[in-house]
């Protein structure tokens, strides 16, 4: 009997990491000569977005037409596709949904009208393992580890979590700074379970009976937050200036609470249109804050207790020991080492300064968190571009340059008071570039802080005509060190002077800009 491997994708798009996980799993699949078949699910919008990917130039085949039930005991009809001469299976979920509570259906329409993707594929995974069984895995969770051979089936898979699950249902269990953290990006339900699901959907459509007025609400503020002009205005912005700067300086720098304070003032004037179900007043308000507390910009409790919650307490609660034991985690061990999996660990890398504790700041909900990791390779490359074309200076550099003049010896004939205004000149420099927000800073800005660094070091106060401060920044513009900056004083001369300097000083603004909030 086969074992299925699936993935799934909704949304109006077919990103590359969707084809590149297809695509790496069927060629290493059939390396290791495994009995699995990989499955992609899809839904109607993603369903037109892979039809355009294809007719559009994608190298692949897809009949939909050509539908069957190929696999023993699977009442799901599957059809053939492939990408990039790499052959899988495509099956879709909406056929599916007649199966389950007539209300399963009316979350999923509520879910995909309103964008809420991540709700979507909770209830998706979980229809998809209950009707055929199988390993279930995001894509960006479970790859494959090119040095092992993949085991030949389900059931060796499996093998290390025997007589744990009374009904053979597993979820993802990671250990992190000795704390077990249990996700539902990895799902495996046996084949010989077939229909184990169906009471934890049941459940679920009785739980949502209850809240579906709150669901509906908070799927409709979630489409809200999606088009808001804040929200594209960061999607734009590459997280360059102002407030977006520091969102993405407190994501570099993993500060959970300055990444709180910053979305809450991004967001700080912004209102939901629609009713918000206040949770501490068990009312609807209107014109509540995007933000209610911190990083989300709602809570998003009723959503999180059906979609993702609902799954983890069933999980628990079918366990044959209580709760998730050590005995899980050794079994997640030995099936983790059969993978190459991408680690999530830096979603649990943000530090509460306070508690010291390490917070998991991955969510939909996050205004920041999920642009910020899509956008950030994207920022370099752009920052790279823009230095590359000499438009922008590393600010470390000109830092660099400062801290190594500050340490300069000071001239023998130079009086007291001179030495004492040259050295508090040149901490007030230092302080104010590392108050910079940017990375890199534009030519103007750049400018701006050689001009007050050669008034600080080359204006003799006292007896003499040229300072040690000012002949050490000679020598060291000169050096292939500070190129970029040589370049910005004369891009013409090979070789600077003390003059040069001068002329630079006198023929530029002082530091005036740099008291802009960047």
Not at 8 to 20: I, K, M, N, V
Not at 196 to 219: C, W
Not at 470 to 495: A, M, R
Request: net charge positive; with cysteine.
């Amino acid at each position: 009997m086969k074992s299925l491997l699936h993935c799934l994708w909704t949304g109006p798009s077919f990103p590359y990491a969707l084809r590149a996980f297809i695509k790496k799993w069927v060629k290493y699949l059939k390396n290791s000569h495994s009995d699995f078949e990989v499955v992609l699910w899809l839904t109607d919008d993603s369903l037109k977005a892979f039809n355009d990917y294809l007719q559009q130039g994608g190298v692949g085949k897809f009949d939909q037409s050509q539908r069957g039930k190929c696999f023993a005991g699977v009442d799901v009809e599957f059809c053939k596709a492939s990408l990039n001469y790499q052959n899988f299976y495509v099956a879709m979920l909406e056929p599916l949904l007649p199966k389950y509570p007539d209300i399963i259906t009316s979350l999923f329409r509520v879910f995909q009208e309103n964008c809420r993707y991540t709700s979507l594929s909770n209830i998706g995974r979980i229809i998809a393992l209950d009707c055929c069984g199988g390993l279930y895995s995001d894509i960006d969770f479970l790859l494959p580890n090119e040095q092992v051979h993949f085991p030949k089936d389900i059931t060796s898979l499996m093998s290390p979590f025997n007589r744990l699950s009374r009904i053979d249902f597993f979820v993802d269990v990671k250990t992190i700074d000795g704390t077990n953290y249990v996700e539902n990006q990895c799902l495996m339900l046996s084949p010989k379970r077939i229909g184990a699901l169906t009471s934890l959907l049941r459940n679920m459509a009785s739980k949502a009976g209850l809240e579906f007025d709150k669901i509906v609400m908070e799927a409709q503020n979630y489409s809200e937050f999606l088009t808001n002009e804040r929200t594209e205005e960061l999607n734009k912005s590459l997280f360059l200036r102002g407030h977006e700067a520091d969102l993405a300086s407190a994501f570099k720098q993993r500060d959970a609470r300055e990444f709180d304070r910053v979305n809450s003032r991004i967001y700080a004037r912004e209102n939901f249109k629609t009713e918000v179900y206040n949770y501490d007043t068990g009312r609807y308000e209107s014109g509540q804050s995007m933000l209610k507390t911190g990083s989300l910009h709602h809570i998003y409790n009723a959503t999180g207790m059906l979609t993702y919650q609902l799954v983890i307490d069933f999980f628990e609660k079918n366990l044959t020991r209580r709760r998730v034991d050590y005995s899980l985690v050794t079994g997640y061990r030995v099936f983790h080492s059969i993978f190459d999996i991408r680690q999530l660990k830096s979603q649990y890398d943000f530090v509460d300064p306070i508690t010291g504790g390490h917070i998991g700041m991955f969510s939909w909900a996050n205004p920041g968190f999920s642009r910020l990791t899509k956008l950030e390779k994207a920022t370099v490359k752009v920052e790279n571009k823009l230095i590359e074309k000499s438009t922008m200076i590393q600010k470390s550099l000109l830092l660099e340059l400062i801290n190594k003049a500050s340490s300069v010896p000071y001239g023998m004939l130079e009086l007291s008071s001179s030495k004492n205004l040259r050295r508090q000149q040149i901490q007030w420099l230092q302080q104010k570039v590392r108050s910079l927000r940017r990375s890199y800073l534009a030519i103007s800005y750049s400018e701006c802080v050689l001009t007050e660094l050669f008034e600080i070091a080359l204006v003799r106060r006292g007896i003499g005509k040229k300072t040690n401060m000012g002949k050490f920044l000679v020598q060291e513009l000169n050096t292939n060190s500070y190129s970029k900056i040589k370049k910005l004083i004369d891009p013409e001369k090979k070789s600077l002077s003390y003059e040069d300097l001068e002329g630079f000083m006198q023929c530029h603004n002082k530091l005036e800009h740099l008291e802009i909030d960047l």
